[in-house]
C-alpha cells in the first residue's frame, strides 16, 4: 500500500460520504465550545475565521462544510482574510463572510473563535502568535514557520503554553490512530531501547511548486494586490508575479522538502518515539532536476537525540518509488522504528490484504513476531475533530500541538541550516538555541 494514505491522507467528498457519523455524532455536538473565556453551550455556533483563502483553504472549507451538514458540529465560516482581494472575495461571498485585507482585524474581530491559518510560510508563525494573543484557537498549516523563524517558533511555544487557547499544527496524517497505537507498543517495551528511525517522502514532479496557480499572470500591486503584506517578514524585493503565487519555489518563503513535505513524514515518527529536542544534524541536497526553482528537490538528514536516537529522513522529487512496504506513487515512506529487540512498521497482511502493525525482532532476541489490526484510522476531518474536542475540553492536548510543532520544527530548521552551511547543526538545551 502507498504510505500516502497514512501521512497525508486525502480529504475527497467522497472520502466524506465514506465516513461513520452515527457513531461519534451524538458526542461530538454535545461538547461544548469554549472560546474567550466562556463556555458555549452544545448547539451554539462555532465561528471560524480564515487567514488565507487559497489553495490549501479551500480542502479546510470543504472540511469544515461537511461536519456541519453532517451535524456533527455547529460551525461556521464567518471571516476570511487575503493579501489578493479576488480570492477574499470569493470566500466571503460562498460564506457569506466579513472579509478583511489585513489579518489584524480579523483577529479584532471578537465574533471570531477560531482561526484557520492557511497561508505562506513565513506568516504562519508571526499570524499564530498574534491569533493566540487574540484568545483565538488555531488550526495552522504546516510547517509551524519558516526555516529562518527559529525565534519565532519559540515564541509561539511560551505564547499557547501560558495561554489557554488550543493550537493544532496541519499534519493531518496525525489523525490516524495508528501512531498513537504504535506509541503504546513503543512505551510498553515491544521494541526494547529504541535506537533507529526511517522516514521520508518521494515524488516525481515539482507540481507542488512550479506548478502552483497563477490566478492572473498580469496583476499588479495595488488595490487588489498587497505585495508589501506578503512579504512580511522576508528580504524586501521588486513584485514578481510568479514569487506571489508560486511562493513554494523561493527560499524567501520556503524551504522545499525539508520544510513542505517533511513534516508530515517526521511527526508521526517524533509522536511514536517521544522525541523532543535534538543533538545535532547533518543534512545535504540541492536541485537535482528541477532547475526553475531555488529551494531543493532533494534532501535528506540524519538527526541525533541525545537519548542516543537516530532518525533519518531522506527525499526527493526525482522519483517516487519509496522503499520497503511504500510502494510506488507520491507520498511519505512508511516509517521503520527499530529498537534493541526490534522492528515496528506498517504493512499489509497476507490474509487479509488490510494495513496492519507487523513487530520483527531482531536478531537473538527472544521475542516472537507480532501483527497487530489498526484500531482506528483517521484523515483531515478526524484533526479537525480532535482540535475541535480540545477547545471544548481545555485538559486535552491536541495530537499536533505547539509543543511537538516546536520539537519538530526544530530539527527540521537545523537540517536546513546544516544543508546550506556545510556543518553539523547542533543544539544547546539550555538556551534552546540553535548553534550551526
Same mark, same amino acid.
Given at each position: 500500500?502507498?504510505?500516502?494514505?497514512?501521512?497525508?491522507?486525502?480529504?475527497?467528498?467522497?472520502?466524506?460520504?465514506?465516513?461513520?457519523?452515527?457513531?461519534?455524532?451524538?458526542?461530538?455536538?454535545?461538547?461544548?465550545?469554549?472560546?474567550?473565556?466562556?463556555?458555549?453551550?452544545?448547539?451554539?455556533?462555532?465561528?471560524?475565521?480564515?487567514?488565507?483563502?487559497?489553495?490549501?483553504?479551500?480542502?479546510?472549507?470543504?472540511?469544515?462544510?461537511?461536519?456541519?451538514?453532517?451535524?456533527?458540529?455547529?460551525?461556521?465560516?464567518?471571516?476570511?482574510?487575503?493579501?489578493?482581494?479576488?480570492?477574499?472575495?470569493?470566500?466571503?461571498?460562498?460564506?457569506?463572510?466579513?472579509?478583511?485585507?489585513?489579518?489584524?482585524?480579523?483577529?479584532?474581530?471578537?465574533?471570531?473563535?477560531?482561526?484557520?491559518?492557511?497561508?505562506?510560510?513565513?506568516?504562519?508563525?508571526?499570524?499564530?502568535?498574534?491569533?493566540?494573543?487574540?484568545?483565538?484557537?488555531?488550526?495552522?498549516?504546516?510547517?509551524?514557520?519558516?526555516?529562518?523563524?527559529?525565534?519565532?517558533?519559540?515564541?509561539?511555544?511560551?505564547?499557547?503554553?501560558?495561554?489557554?487557547?488550543? $493550537?493544532?499544527?496541519?499534519?493531518?496524517?496525525?489523525?490516524? *490512530?495508528?501512531?498513537?497505537?504504535?506509541?503504546?507498543?513503543?512505551?510498553?517495551?515491544?521494541?526494547?531501547?529504541?535506537?533507529?528511525?526511517?522516514? *521520508?517522502? $518521494?515524488?516525481?514532479?515539482?507540481?507542488?511548486?512550479? *506548478?502552483?496557480?497563477?490566478?492572473?499572470?498580469?496583476?499588479?500591486?495595488?488595490?487588489?494586490?498587497?505585495?508589501?503584506?506578503?512579504?512580511?517578514?522576508?528580504?524586501?524585493?521588486?513584485?514578481?508575479?510568479?514569487?506571489? $503565487?508560486?511562493?513554494?519555489?523561493?527560499?524567501?518563503?520556503?524551504?522545499?522538502?525539508?520544510?513542505?513535505?517533511?513534516?508530515?513524514?517526521?511527526?508521526?515518527?517524533?509522536?511514536?518515539?517521544?522525541?523532543?529536542?535534538?543533538?545535532?544534524?547533518?543534512?545535504?541536497?540541492?536541485?537535482?532536476?528541477?532547475?526553475?526553482?531555488?529551494?531543493?528537490?532533494?534532501?535528506?538528514?540524519?538527526?541525533?537525540?541525545?537519548?542516543?536516537?537516530?532518525?533519518?529522513?531522506?527525499?526527493?522529487?526525482?522519483?517516487?518509488?519509496?522503499?520497503?512496504?511504500?510502494?510506488?506513487?507520491?507520498?511519505?515512506?512508511?516509517?521503520?522504528?527499530?529498537?534493541?529487540?526490534?522492528?515496528?512498521?506498517?504493512?499489509?497482511?497476507?490474509?487479509?490484504?488490510?494495513?496492519?502493525?507487523?513487530?520483527?525482532?531482531?536478531?537473538?532476541?527472544?521475542?516472537?513476531?507480532?501483527?497487530?489490526?489498526?484500531?482506528?484510522?483517521?484523515?483531515?476531518?478526524?484533526?479537525?475533530?480532535?482540535?475541535?474536542?480540545?477547545?471544548?475540553?481545555?485538559?486535552?492536548?491536541?495530537?499536533?500541538?505547539?509543543?511537538?510543532?516546536?520539537?519538530?520544527?526544530?530539527?527540521?530548521?537545523?537540517?536546513?541550516?546544516?544543508?546550506?552551511? *556545510?556543518?553539523?547543526?547542533?543544539?544547546?538545551?539550555?538556551?534552546?538555541?540553535?548553534?550551526?
Amino acid at each position: 500500500m502507498s504510505a500516502q494514505s497514512l501521512t497525508s491522507q486525502s480529504v475527497s467528498r467522497r472520502g466524506f460520504l465514506q465516513k461513520t457519523a452515527a457513531a461519534t455524532a451524538a458526542a461530538a455536538v454535545a461538547a461544548p465550545y469554549v472560546a474567550r473565556g466562556q463556555v458555549l453551550g452544545a448547539n451554539s455556533r462555532i465561528a471560524v475565521g480564515f487567514i488565507g483563502t487559497g489553495g490549501r483553504a479551500q480542502a479546510h472549507f470543504g472540511i469544515l462544510k461537511w461536519l456541519k451538514e453532517q451535524g456533527k458540529r455547529p460551525i461556521e465560516v464567518v471571516a476570511v482574510s487575503d493579501t489578493y482581494r479576488p480570492r477574499m472575495q470569493n470566500a466571503a461571498e460562498r460564506f457569506k463572510a466579513k472579509s478583511y485585507a489585513d489579518y489584524r482585524e480579523l483577529l479584532a474581530d471578537k465574533g471570531v473563535d477560531l482561526v484557520c491559518i492557511a497561508t505562506p510560510d513565513h506568516h504562519h508563525c508571526p499570524q499564530a502568535i498574534a491569533a493566540v494573543q487574540a484568545g483565538k484557537d488555531v488550526y495552522c498549516e504546516k510547517p509551524v514557520s519558516h526555516w529562518r523563524q527559529f525565534a519565532l517558533v519559540k515564541q509561539l511555544a511560551a505564547e499557547v503554553k501560558k495561554s489557554d487557547r488550543a $493550537f493544532q499544527l496541519g499534519t493531518q496524517g496525525m489523525g490516524d *490512530g495508528v501512531w498513537r497505537q504504535m506509541r503504546q507498543l513503543v512505551q510498553d517495551g515491544l521494541i526494547g531501547q529504541p535506537i533507529h528511525a526511517e522516514c *521520508g517522502y $518521494f515524488r516525481v514532479g515539482d507540481w507542488g511548486e512550479r *506548478g502552483m496557480k497563477i490566478d492572473d499572470k498580469d496583476v499588479k500591486p495595488g488595490a487588489d494586490l498587497n505585495w508589501k503584506a506578503f512579504l512580511g517578514d522576508a528580504p524586501k524585493r521588486p513584485f514578481d508575479v510568479s514569487r506571489y $503565487f508560486r511562493w513554494r519555489m523561493y527560499e524567501d518563503y520556503a524551504g522545499g522538502p525539508v520544510t513542505d513535505l517533511f513534516p508530515h513524514s517526521f511527526t508521526p515518527v517524533a509522536s511514536v518515539l517521544g522525541l523532543k529536542f535534538p543533538k545535532e544534524v547533518v543534512a545535504t541536497g540541492g536541485m537535482f532536476r528541477y532547475t526553475e526553482r531555488e529551494v531543493p528537490d532533494t534532501f535528506n538528514m540524519l538527526i541525533s537525540y541525545p537519548e542516543k536516537i537516530t532518525v533519518a529522513i531522506l527525499g526527493t522529487q526525482g522519483n517516487d518509488f519509496q522503499g520497503g512496504n511504500g510502494g510506488r506513487g507520491p507520498g511519505g515512506r512508511i516509517p521503520t522504528i527499530r529498537g534493541w529487540d526490534g522492528m515496528l512498521t506498517i504493512q499489509n497482511s497476507l490474509t487479509t490484504k488490510k494495513p496492519e502493525i507487523v513487530f520483527v525482532p531482531a536478531q537473538g532476541s527472544n521475542k516472537k513476531p507480532k501483527s497487530f489490526e489498526i484500531e482506528k484510522r483517521g484523515d483531515l476531518t478526524d484533526h479537525w475533530e480532535n482540535l475541535l474536542d480540545c477547545c471544548a475540553d481545555r485538559k486535552q492536548k491536541p495530537w499536533s500541538d505547539v509543543e511537538m510543532a516546536y520539537h519538530v520544527q526544530t530539527a527540521l530548521i537545523m537540517g536546513m541550516l546544516a544543508s546550506r552551511s *556545510g556543518r553539523t547543526a547542533k543544539f544547546d538545551v539550555g538556551q534552546q538555541k540553535i548553534v550551526v
